[in-house]
């Protein structure tokens, strides 16, 4: 955003230069997710990258600058979630994970302790360190396998962790601020500045070990699109090539509300309802019509298990207007019994999941396991 220019160049110190530019197809994207529900008025994602004293005059109603990446982040990925924009979703984890500026070369910068994320996500790793400041090396290394492991979790390509990386250490003695960053479009990728803090093959070793844990709150009833099939350790894992983010899979979300952690949107009232994710996108004719047709009932999702190894979440469960519950779309599958429609919408899940894990050459024990604390929660049989 261009008026914040000014404030970064007068906010100059012993310290790197400013690199809010430097992943700007990031922050663009988080922009674009931020500004379909900006309920914290914030004026643009690039004030959570910026130091403390600088970052105040962006704020909207955020009161803890040292959080005001992470709220970003959070109510970002929640629209995302709610318009089932993939690349919004992988922008905004890795919009997360990125190096806030601080006061000098070589200063941590401070992890956020008065806002948690409703977005389960984002509770497991931080922002990236000033690659001069104590312990850099070993923290980011962390930050990308585990970001890493979050991007899998809701359908996205792990390797792309890495984009989130930073520059060269800096020589904290020396007077020359900019270090070794820029502030050009995407300038840490066109200049080869990115220093990559693991190789792909340790991010598909750690996603392997780690993929019975990995779970998303995209919410209830939904699947998320998944890339291709992801090898293990590959041979030529060292090098990649990486390309834009797109927005070819963003939807357009109608004026409303999207409230944080449920990723529901309130539609707009036409002829026709259409609902959300968290309904399965099932559309629902106004009564009048000739059909005899129990209508499903859109307002309540009774399936509230929300982990998804490998992005396969459990189908909805809804209810007609018979009393009927559904587990899904398919018309098959319709109980007079909530508990069983809720354990036939675990059981479609774990089946799914199983399709999945083995397409993608992952794991399919997690899917069990999953299936049996879908199951436990939910009171299904």
Known sequence: MKPVLPLLL??????????ELSHDRYVRSVKEMLDLNNTISCADPTFGLLANNQAIAGMGTVTDPNCLQLTIADIALTNAKATRNTSGMVASLIYRALERNTAAVGVVSEKCTSYTPRNSELLAFQQHQDPASPGAEANNKAVV???????????????????????????PNSSDPTGNSCDTADCIFSNDALVNDASEAEIYDYVAKCAATVTS????????????????????????????????DRFTTT????????????????????????????????TSTTTSTPAISTTTNYQTFSQAYL????????????????AGTDPNNVFNNLKAALGRSCDIQKNDCANTA????????????????????????
């Open 217 to 248: 709150t995209i919410g209830p009833g939904e699947s998320v699109p998944t890339g291709g099939s992801i090898p293990v350790n590959p041979s030529n894992s060292q090098t990649r090539t990486s390309n834009t983010p797109t927005n070819s």
């Open 311 to 326: 992005g396969v979440f459990a189908p909805a469960v809804t209810q007609d207007s018979n009393g009927m519950y559904h």
């Open 10 to 19: 007068a906010a100059l110190s012993r310290r790197e230069m400013p690199q």
């Open 145 to 171: 396998l585990e970001l890493a492991r979050q991007i899998l979790g809701i359908g996205g390509d792990p390797t792309d962790a890495l984009k989130s990386g930073t520059f060269q250490p800096g020589d």
């Open 358 to 381: 083995n397409s993608q050459k992952q794991p399919v024990g997690p899917c069990d396991t999953q299936n049996t604390q879908c199951k436990a929660e939910t009171g299904g049989s």
């Open 255 to 286: 004026s409303g509300s999207i409230s944080l952690g449920t990723a529901s949107v309130q539609p707009t009232q036409t002829t026709q309802t259409t609902t959300t994710r968290q309904q399965q996108q099932q559309t629902t004719t106004p």
